[in-house]
């Protein structure tokens, strides 16, 4: 029940991702940029979320649009398979090390927006990929899945364990705050009574 198929297709864009909460981590994600395909991977496989994903995009231009546009529509997956969120966790953390690289994820599916950023990623380019899109992915991840996200980088000097280790560590505490509390299966993590 907790699934959600998105599709997103603008000017710049064609977009669709499939989701399953209960999953285990499956993922056939391809967005023809192949350091992205393989943060999504991260992703999927340690949120244990069922993800397949296909993007095409204005990559003549760069990778900007397909990256930005990928976490729209992800965002807006994890929204709707979400529900009205009765059951979940809601919080979810994770200090996550990756050799050199240790990044700290305390997230919130609050329906309240808002992401605090704190990596440093010391060179502008991972291969051919931008390191300023890691930013813009969570970005719109959390604006359209309605994600208060705080990430931290404690150490690093790597930049491809510093992405990986973002990645991961943001499925991590994702898993967490998707997760069904079975002492609360049946109400919604709030006093307000809604999310």
């Not at 499925?171 to 609360?184: N, S």
Request: glycine share 8%; net charge negative.
């Amino acid at each position: 029940m907790r699934r959600a198929t998105v599709t997103r297709a603008t000017a710049e864009t064609d977009i669709s991702v499939e989701i399953n909460l209960d999953g285990t981590g499956v993922y056939d994600n391809q967005t023809g940029v192949g350091f992205f395909d393989h943060m999504l991977d991260q992703l999927a496989r340690h949120s244990l979320i069922d993800m397949t994903l296909r993007a095409t995009g204005d990559l003549h231009i760069d990778d900007h649009h397909t990256v930005e546009d990928t976490g729209i529509a992800l965002g807006q997956a994890l929204r709707t398979a979400l529900g009205d969120k009765t059951g979940i966790r809601r919080y979810g953390s994770c200090l996550l090390a990756m050799d050199d690289a240790q990044v700290r994820c305390a997230l919130d599916l609050s329906a309240r927006p808002y992401l605090i950023w704190n990596v440093a990623i010391p060179t502008a380019k991972i291969g051919t990929f931008d390191t300023e899109l890691v930013r813009e992915f969570f970005q719109a991840l959390s604006t359209h899945g309605g994600i208060t996200l705080h990430v931290d980088m404690l150490h690093g000097i790597n930049s491809h364990h510093i992405a990986e280790a973002t990645f991961k560590s943001v499925a991590r505490a994702l898993r967490e705050a998707v997760e069904t509390d079975p002492r609360t299966s049946k109400a919604i993590p709030s006093t307000k009574g809604a999310l």
